[in-house]
């Protein structure tokens, strides 16, 4: 495969935006580079690109916040969860054609914005939450490895326990993580992994850790409630310009780059 230099660069800028997300966060770096990479190029080729600097990223941040992680059973089964999940949804990304798998971007981020509108201040007690966090992990896990975007699921699911920062990153870094050791395989066996790709998913990724402390800074500098809302109007640029190239200009008879 070929990537022009337009390609590069929507890239690179994803992983920039990605990183300054991450940064602000401790999540979300693929709710930017999935779309966008999705809305210039392909879904797998973002899938693909995106194990690397998910298993690098949340390793340091795993590191980072180690003291403050939640306790072992949920934090394993949760990321167990994701892994297994993870498994099955990339060989759905080898299934299933280009269109839907990139449809599926733009409906998961629709989803996203509509739950982060809608429960804003619903809160899941930790007793209930443990009950769920295997299915909630499987079922995020499968998104991320079709899709390469489990947050509809894994991040609200989260998100809805109201965590404190310094819990919420250690957890879900283990969780990525996890999703990003049991996909590598698989993507190997399929031939997804060669050369070309290992060396633009760790360029992305050095990008990617470049930009993460803009998104630190950021998150000190405006509220979260500014920031949430700005990222969400970018994600729904995004997925409706999916939809549109999609349905309107065809561009699957061009994009597709594998077989």
């Given at each position: 495969m070929n990537f022009d230099l337009i390609t590069i660069i929507a890239i690179f800028t994803a992983f920039a935006l990605g990183?300054?997300?991450?940064?602000?966060?401790?999540?979300g770096a693929p709710i930017i580079t999935i779309p966008v990479i999705a809305a210039f190029y392909?879904?797998?080729?973002?899938?693909?690109?995106?194990?690397?600097?998910?298993?690098?990223?949340?390793?340091?941040?795993?590191?980072?916040?180690?003291?403050?992680?939640?306790?072992?059973?949920?934090?394993?089964?949760?990321a167990l969860g994701g892994g297994i999940g993870a498994?099955?949804?990339?060989?759905?990304?080898?299934?299933?054609?280009?269109?839907?798998?990139?449809?599926?971007?733009?409906?998961?981020?629709?989803i996203y914005i509509l739950?982060?509108?809608?429960?804003?201040?619903?809160?899941?007690?930790?007793?209930?939450?443990?009950k769920l966090v295997f299915i909630m992990g499987a079922g995020g896990?499968?998104?991320q490895g079709s899709a390469g975007l489990s947050a509809p699921i894994s991040i609200t699911f989260l998100n809805s326990m109201k965590l404190e920062r310094n819990q919420f990153i250690p957890t879900i870094s283990v969780y990525f993580g996890v999703m990003s050791i049991f996909q590598m395989p698989t993507l190997y066996y399929y031939d997804f992994l060669n050369i070309e790709i290992i060396i633009v998913s760790v360029m992305?990724?050095?990008?990617?850790?470049c930009f993460m402390p803009l998104g630190s800074w950021i998150a000190k500098s405006i509220s979260k409630e500014t920031f949430d809302k700005v990222t969400l109007i970018l994600l729904g640029f995004i997925a409706l310009r999916i939809i549109y190239l999609n349905f309107y200009n065809d561009l699957n008879s061009d994009k597709i780059i594998f077989k």
């Open positions: 990183g300054i997300l991450k940064g602000a966060t401790g999540a392909d879904v797998r080729i973002a899938v693909i690109i995106m194990v690397i600097p998910n298993l690098l990223t949340n390793i340091g941040q795993l590191y980072q916040f180690r003291k403050t992680i939640l306790p072992s059973f949920f934090t394993v089964s949760f498994f099955l949804g990339t060989i759905l990304l080898v299934s299933l054609p280009i269109k839907i798998l990139t449809l599926s971007v733009a409906i998961i981020v629709i739950l982060k509108i809608a429960v804003p201040s619903w809160k899941l007690v930790y007793g209930k939450a443990k896990g499968i998104l992305s990724t050095i990008v990617l850790m």
